[in-house]
T-cell receptor, first 117, second 110 residues
Framework: DTEVTQTPKHLVMGMTNKKSLKCEQH?????MYWYKQKAKKPPELMFV???????INESVPSRFSPECPNSSLLNLHLHALQPEDSALYLC????????????????FGQGTRLTVV | LAKTTQPISMDSYEGQEVNITCSHN???????ITWYQQFPSQGPRFIIQ???TKVTNEVASLFIPADRKSSTLSLPRVSLSDTAVYYC???????????FGTGTRLTVIP
């Protein structure tokens, strides 16, 4: 199983709502990532978890709150978002972070298309 | 981080070989070069990775000159389904390749 599963696939939320994005992998990977991608732009790294601990926060606003309940699951809690936060949110996983020596690939989910109204 | 530079877009006819070059002048000794493919509204997918010389797999080849300041992704005999954005990433020492550059939008024409 080389799949990263993200739910929901689409989400529309109001600016006062609270919602969560979910990501799951069963490859035994110990590193998981959240990316944000706007239309026709490259994915932008938001957060990196390594062994269930937050390793990198790329200065993401606090209205985005990540959580890693266990090594297979990664959540992104959303609260008081703005319309400019509308984007494709991608989850990824890899064997480990950081890695020394030979690098390995990251596996990406299909993403959650978020629309903030 | 080793910044990467790629052409913004390329067009190619079906059946042709396509070469996409990525410049990474500040690549560090322990950095690897990784290429991903992304279709619209999907997550990126790993294509190939290399450190030096040439790497080949079932979908592509990666050519890396001795100075490693650039790399070229070669797609043999492209088809319409190869229309996608191709990203070149270069990783820091001991770290994943985490940061995407602007990518190259490849359009394959019938």
């Amino acid at each position: 199983d080389t799949e990263v599963t993200q739910t929901p696939k689409h989400l529309v939320m109001g600016m006062t709502n609270k919602k969560s994005l979910k990501c799951e992998q069963h490859m035994g990977h110990r590193a998981m990532y959240w990316y944000k991608q706007k239309a026709k732009k490259p994915p932008e790294l938001m957060f990196v978890y390594s062994y269930e601990k937050l390793s990198i926060n790329e200065s993401v606003p606090s209205r985005f709150s990540p959580e890693c309940p266990n090594s297979s699951l990664l959540n992104l809690h959303l609260h008081a978002l703005q319309p400019e936060d509308s984007a494709l949110y991608l989850c990824a996983s890899s064997q480990d972070y950081p890695r020394g020596g030979a690098d390995t690939e990251a596996f990406f989910g299909q993403g959650t298309r978020l629309t903030v109204v | 981080l080793a910044k990467t530079t790629q052409p913004i877009s390329m067009d190619s006819y079906e059946g042709q070989e396509v070469n996409i070059t990525c410049s990474h002048n500040n690549i560090a000794t322990n950095d690897y070069i990784t290429w991903y493919q992304q279709f619209p509204s999907q997550g990126p997918r790993f294509i190939i990775q290399g450190y030096k010389t040439k790497v080949t797999n079932e979908v592509a080849s990666l050519f890396i000159p001795a100075d490693r300041k650039s790399s070229t992704l070669s797609l043999p005999r492209v088809s319409l389904s190869d229309t996608a954005v191709y990203y070149c990433l270069v990783g820091e020492t001991g770290a994943n390749n985490l940061f995407f550059g602007t990518g190259t939008r490849l359009t394959v024409i019938p």
